[in-house]
């Protein structure tokens, strides 16, 4: 099966502004070497802390964010000019972090999660009727599409977000932090509401979060990020039965367990992720590993593979 996003080799650079005193570099390096595929119908999460440049990422697929190097191809089809982005765009949907401010406060719900087809110049011939129905698709009640941003709960205002999505029937979704905000009970209500969806509309999901946990029930595959790096990406079982990166291994311990004896203070992450104006050298993750020697602070490390769906990058994983 042909994958429905391809990514290979992908970088991104910003560039900067003199204002900025860090010597003859004026360009700073976000993405380097990422490489990724997204099959129809499969859920991948794209996992790392903030400022790991996940965001980044989803912004380059969808050609909101300039790319400095590798090839992105959708539905088989690569994307470079302003006209592939824009078909892109029609295939694809955004889930916003905040959805309450991802929405307008002058705009009733009717209207907002009705608005792509105004975007995209799509034919609506009941715009009431069609507000009702993808309201009705994500549990909400018809009367909903009558009010406004600032009279929805938290959890209701995530549901108009997946409705708005629906729209126009993507093939791909992309969730950023689709849970943030919410209660426990409603996480689960709207990642058991993503999943049914996914079955039903033959969806597929990029989900991007900085919690394991979110995703632990609901990703197929689960890419690691840190600091513009993929450090390891595999099958989600996989990923949390034999982590190889000691990050990725950090990050499944800060995972909640109710049982103080089983939680895991050697792998907790120490101090902050490192400014990217001053990335580390050789492996990125060297001055937080607990693992490190000197060999991780001066090379960095190949591509290595458990299985072949299974891939990380670190000089001393134990596979």
């Known amino acids: 099966m042909s994958a429905l996003l391809s990514i290979r080799d992908l970088s991104v650079d910003f560039a900067l502004g003199s204002w900025l005193d860090i010597g003859a570099r004026r360009q ?26 996940k965001t980044t990422l989803a912004r380059a697929i969808l050609g909101l964010q300039r790319t400095s ?49 105004a975007i995209h110049r799509e034919p609506l011939t009941d715009r ?30 995530r549901r108009v977000g997946v409705a708005r999505a629906l729209a126009l029937r993507p093939a791909l979704v992309i969730a950023d932090e689709p849970t943030a905000g919410l209660d426990v009970s409603v996480q689960a209500e709207i990642l058991n509401l993503m999943a049914e969806l996914k079955d039903r509309l033959s969806l597929s999901y990029l989900i991007i979060t900085h919690n394991l946990a979110l995703v632990r029930h609901v990703a197929d595959r689960i890419a690691v990020l840190y600091l513009g790096r993929l450090v390891e990406t595999g099958p989600s079982e996989t990923i949390f039965a034999r982590p190889a990166h000691p990050y990725t291994k950090s990050l499944i311990a800060a995972e909640p367990i109710p049982d103080p004896r089983r939680r895991r203070a050697d792998l907790a992450i120490k ?9 580390p050298s050789g492996c990125v993750f060297h001055t937080r590993c607990p693992i490190a020697q000197n060999r991780c602070r001066t090379e960095a490390p190949a591509l290595r593979r458990g299985d072949p769906t299974h891939e990380f990058r670190c000089h001393f994983a134990d596979i």
Do not use: C, K, W, Y
């Open 28 to 53: 700073l390096n976000i993405l380097t070497g990422i490489s990724l595929d997204l099959a129809p119908g499969e859920t991948l999460a794209i996992v790392g802390e903030s400022g790991s440049g």
């Open 271 to 279: 101090g902050e992720i490192p400014s990217i104006l001053r990335r």
């Open 69 to 117: 190097g590798g090839t992105i191809r959708f539905e088989g089809a690569p994307l470079a000019a302003p006209s592939d982005f824009a078909r892109v765009r029609r295939r694809t949907a955004m889930m916003f972090q905040d959805a309450v401010s991802s929405l307008s406060p002058r705009m009733a719900v009717g209207e907002a999660v009705t608005e792509p087809f």
């Open 128 to 157: 009431r009727q069609t507000a009702r129905d993808l309201l009705a698709e994500v549990g909400l009640r018809p009367e909903t599409a009558s009010r406004f941003p600032h009279e929805l709960s938290g959890g209701q205002a």
